[in-house]
Structure formats: structure tokens, C-alpha cells
């Protein structure tokens, strides 16, 4: 048996490397791990941590003028965008503590250096040039915004990144992509009080989500103010006078302040060793996998946005718990990637779990379409025009909830309930027979009783 200087090393120290090196120090495993940046990777540094603190920020705009028909009367207001960056920076620095004290307490040696691949067994630390060795490696060195290269003045654009560490709230902006990192930062700015575009290349944005809650969204993100070009994307940006001038392929001329590239993300995979260790990478650059997140090479895992499945953070750390059971348990388990539930920080946000109305409608024969639309309550009182909607698909032949789509405020917030009812196999006759919230917006799922329609065979009848 050859001795290793490690157990496991784990490269990359965002959501699925860090659990999987804590996890594995705790069960009395030496581990070793390398970040080359900040601990806690894109959620906690430059993504979903921070980015929800800005639409929190976002959203006081609206809560002033809403205030109003409370009978409250709110002096003048104004925002600081420096305090704002300051006081996240503040936060994700505490974060970052407490992922460095986790690995720390769990007794795994922490690098901070780049480190790659130089065989199977053998990873190379740059900052000192130290090699060291591990019986099993994991890679979770997550993914980048794509800057799209081939794009002219992609260099004068920024990426999500840059959007946490503006030096100034810009006065206009245009973002490209409809996603959700596009769709987050539209209501993000503008609630800011940015002028805020949005280009998306498709008929509509958000391409994966429910028809209902696609168009519903960008109904409302309308009303709000901002503007939504659909059909259309950028084909050249350059310099205009300390502002940017941006053609479209439309031959529309917008001249705005920054403009921001949201258009999927990148797996970083270059210059890692991993063909010096013979780990197979796919077409976009991903680490092939296994369904146990087994590599090419037998003793070389990878977790997260560098392998090409479902890039979410509760997602990265499923598969480091699975790979911990498998590798240190004696206990195969695969990731479950089936109902995950999953939100939108839009304004108003979007709770989904299950198939869409389309994708139900290509794998049942039957459905049953329960949809309510409504004014919530607090909008009678602010006299805000948004409306809620919420969906359930319904499996006919066995009324299985197969599908729930919410757009509305706490929609986030019910997708995690609605993926337990989901997970455990819930009927339509379930929801009926659970009593209603009252007076709430989540009553209304328990409170369609007959189906708005019926999709058959593909047909809606
Ligand atoms: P998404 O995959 O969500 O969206 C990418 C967008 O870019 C799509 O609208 C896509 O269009 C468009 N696009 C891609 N390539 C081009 C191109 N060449 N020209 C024009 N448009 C293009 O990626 P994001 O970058 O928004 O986010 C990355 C991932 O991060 C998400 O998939 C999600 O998993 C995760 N994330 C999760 C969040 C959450 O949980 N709330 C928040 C933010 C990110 P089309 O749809 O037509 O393909």
C-alpha cells in the first residue's frame, strides 16, 4: 500500500469543496485544501450570498412607496451605494470566517494557493511549488461567468463579478442574458434606481421555467419600468463619450453606462493538470462524471459547477454528502437530482419544483392545470398592480402534484415546502385535504379544487 501525504485533497474551497473536506476531517480523515481565492466560492463570495443582501437593498424602494397606503408618510429617502457594498463586504468577510473556522475545527490543512494536477495522486501547490499526494482527490473548483469572447467590447462589459464591487451605482444599465443571474440583477438595478434593460436572445425570458410564470414576470418587471428586449442581442459594444454605445442585431443604438454579460457560465477547468492525470473533460469544458461523481480516474471525484449537472449550490453540497457516504461510509449513494426546488430572486420572485406545464405535457398522456391568479392582499392596501400566480400540475392518472410554479412575494420561501410534498410523492387529494393558512397567499394551493383545464395528449382541452 503506498502512503499519501493525504487521505483526500479537495481543490477548490467553495460550497461542495468545503463540505466535502470538513465532512471527511470529521470523520478522522487527513484532508487537505486548496482555494486560490476567498473560502466559501461563488455563493458565498460573488453569488447567491451577496446577491440576495442587494435585492433585499432593492426592495426598499417599493416598501417606501407602498408604505403610504398604510398611512404612513416616509421622508425623503435616499441610497448609498457605498454603504451598501461596505456592509456586505462586512458580512461575506463573517462568512468567510466561519468557512475557514468549519475546515479549521474539523482539523483540515487549509491552503491558500492555487493548486494543480500533476498525476493521479500527485497535486502541485504554486504559491510555494510544494508537491503533495492524497490517496483520493476531489475536484470542486466550481465555474466563471462566460465573457464571451467573440463578442466586440466584451472587454468594456462586467460580469455578475464585477457587479458586487461597482465603484459607482451606474445611472443606466443594459444587461444581456435571461437567465437568472440576467433576470436578478434587472430587479436589482432598478429597484436601485438604475434605467435598467434587459436583452434576451429567446421569445421569452427565463427558458426553463413554466410559460405562466415567464410571462407573468416580465408583465410585471415591465410595469415596474424596466425594459425587456426580447429577440434581440448585443453585436457590438464600444466607447461613447464616458458611456457605452451598444448595437443590437435589431439595429437598435442603446447608450447606456455599463453593460453587464449574464449568459450562462463556464467550468474552470483550464491549466488544472487534469490531462496530466487523465480526468476526461466534455465539450464545454466540464469534468465527466459518474453517477457517484467518480472522474475518468478511479480515485479522482468532482463536485459543483466544474461537473456539467445542476448548477446549484444545495446541489454541489448533496453531491460532496454523497461522495462522503460513498468513499468514507462504505455506502454507495448517488446524487439525487430529481424535484430539486429552486427560486428566482426576481421582483416578483419566482418558487418552482417539478415539471413545467410543457415537459409534463411530453411525458403524461392527462394533466390537470389548477392556476390562480390574484392580487395579494398587501397590494390592495399599497395599490401596487402585481399579481400572484400560482400552479399546480397534476398527474391525472394517479393525481400526483408532478409540477408547482408560484410567482409572488415569499415564492422562494414556499418552494422549499412544496419540494418536501413533492419529494414524498403528495396527490392532488393531499393538498385538498390539508387545511388552509388563513389569511395567507399559500392558502390558495390548497384551495383549487377544480382543474382550470386538461392537457391530453399533448392538447389542451
Ligand atoms: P442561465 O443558464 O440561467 O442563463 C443564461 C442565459 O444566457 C440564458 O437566457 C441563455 O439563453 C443566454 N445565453 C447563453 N448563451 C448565449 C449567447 N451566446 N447569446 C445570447 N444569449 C445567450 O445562466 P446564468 O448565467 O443566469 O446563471 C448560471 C447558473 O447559476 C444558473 O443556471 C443557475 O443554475 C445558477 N444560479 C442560480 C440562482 C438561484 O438559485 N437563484 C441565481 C443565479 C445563478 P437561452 O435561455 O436561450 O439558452
Known amino acids: 500500500m503506498p502512503s499519501f501525504d493525504f487521505d483526500l485533497f479537495v481543490i477548490g474551497g467553495g460550497s461542495g469543496g468545503v463540505r466535502s473536506a470538513r465532512v471527511a476531517a470529521s470523520l478522522g480523515k487527513k484532508v487537505g485544501i486548496a482555494e486560490e481565492y476567498r473560502y466559501g466560492g461563488t455563493c458565498v463570495i460573488r453569488g447567491c450570498v451577496p446577491k440576495k443582501l442587494f435585492v433585499y437593498a432593492s426592495q426598499y424602494s417599493e416598501h417606501f412607496k407602498d408604505a403610504a397606503g398604510f398611512g404612513w408618510t416616509v421622508g425623503e429617502s435616499s441610497f448609498d451605494w457605498k454603504k451598501l457594498i461596505e456592509a456586505k463586504d462586512r458580512e461575506i468577510a463573517r462568512l468567510e470566517g466561519l468557512y475557514r473556522k468549519g475546515l479549521d475545527n474539523a482539523k483540515a490543512e487549509i491552503f491558500d494557493t492555487r493548486a494543480e494536477l500533476v498525476d493521479a495522486h500527485t497535486v502541485k501547490l504554486l504559491k510555494t511549488g510544494q508537491t503533495v499526494t492524497a490517496e483520493t482527490i476531489v475536484i470542486a473548483t466550481g465555474g466563471r461567468p462566460n465573457l464571451h469572447t467573440a463578442l466586440p467590447g466584451h472587454e468594456l462589459c462586467i460580469s455578475s463579478n464585477e457587479a458586487f464591487h461597482l465603484k459607482e ?46 410571462k407573468g414576470l416580465h408583465e410585471a418587471m ?125 421582483q416578483p420572485e419566482i418558487g418552482t419544483v417539478g415539471l413545467t406545464e410543457e415537459d409534463a405535457a411530453k411525458r403524461y398522456p392527462e394533466l390537470e392545470i389548477y392556476r390562480a391568479q390574484f392580487r395579494p392582499m398587501k397590494a390592495t392596501l399599497s395599490g401596487r398592480a402585481e399579481k400572484m400566480i400560482m400552479k399546480l400540475i397534476v398527474n391525472a392518472a394517479d393525481r400526483k402534484v408532478v409540477g408547482a410554479h408560484i410567482l409572488g412575494h415569499d415564492a422562494g420561501e414556499m418552494a422549499q415546502l412544496l419540494g418536501i410534498t413533492l419529494k414524498a410523492g403528495c396527490t392532488k387529494d393531499d393538498f385538498d385535504r390539508t387545511m388552509a393558512v388563513h389569511p395567507t397567499a399559500a392558502e390558495e394551493l390548497v384551495t383549487m379544487y377544480s382543474p382550470n383545464y386538461r392537457i391530453r395528449n399533448g392538447e389542451r382541452v
Not at 447606456?256 to 467550468?267: K, Q, Y
Not at 462504505?330 to 437530482?337: A, G
Open 222 to 346: 415591465e410595469e415596474k419600468g424596466i425594459r425587456i428586449l426580447c429577440h434581440d442581442i448585443i453585436e457590438n459594444v464600444e466607447k461613447a463619450e464616458g458611456r457605452l454605445s451598444v448595437r443590437t442585431k435589431n439595429d437598435k443604438v442603446l447608450t447606456v453606462d455599463t453593460v453587464m454579460l449574464a449568459l450562462g457560465r463556464t467550468p474552470n477547468t483550464e491549466n488544472l493538470g487534469l490531462e496530466a492525470a487523465g480526468v476526461a473533460i466534455n465539450e464545454q469544458g466540464a469534468v465527466i462524471v459518474d453517477e457517484y461523481s467518480r472522474t475518468s480516474v478511479a480515485n479522482i471525484f468532482a463536485l459543483g459547477d466544474v461537473t456539467d449537472r445542476v448548477q446549484l449550490t444545495p446541489v454541489a453540497i448533496h453531491e460532496a454528502m454523497c461522495f462522503i457516504e460513498t468513499v468514507y461510509k462504505d455506502n454507495p449513494t448517488r446524487p439525487d437530482h430529481e424535484l430539486i426546488p429552486t427560486a428566482v430572486f426576481s
Open 169 to 214: 451605482l451606474p445611472k443606466s444599465i443594459l444587461i444581456a442574458g435571461g437567465g437568472y443571474i440576467a433576470v436578478e440583477f434587472a430587479n436589482i438595478f432598478h429597484g436601485l434606481g438604475v434605467e435598467t434593460t434587459l436583452i434576451y436572445r429567446g421569445a421569452e425570458i427565463l427558458s426553463r421555467f413554466d410559460h405562466d410564470l415567464r
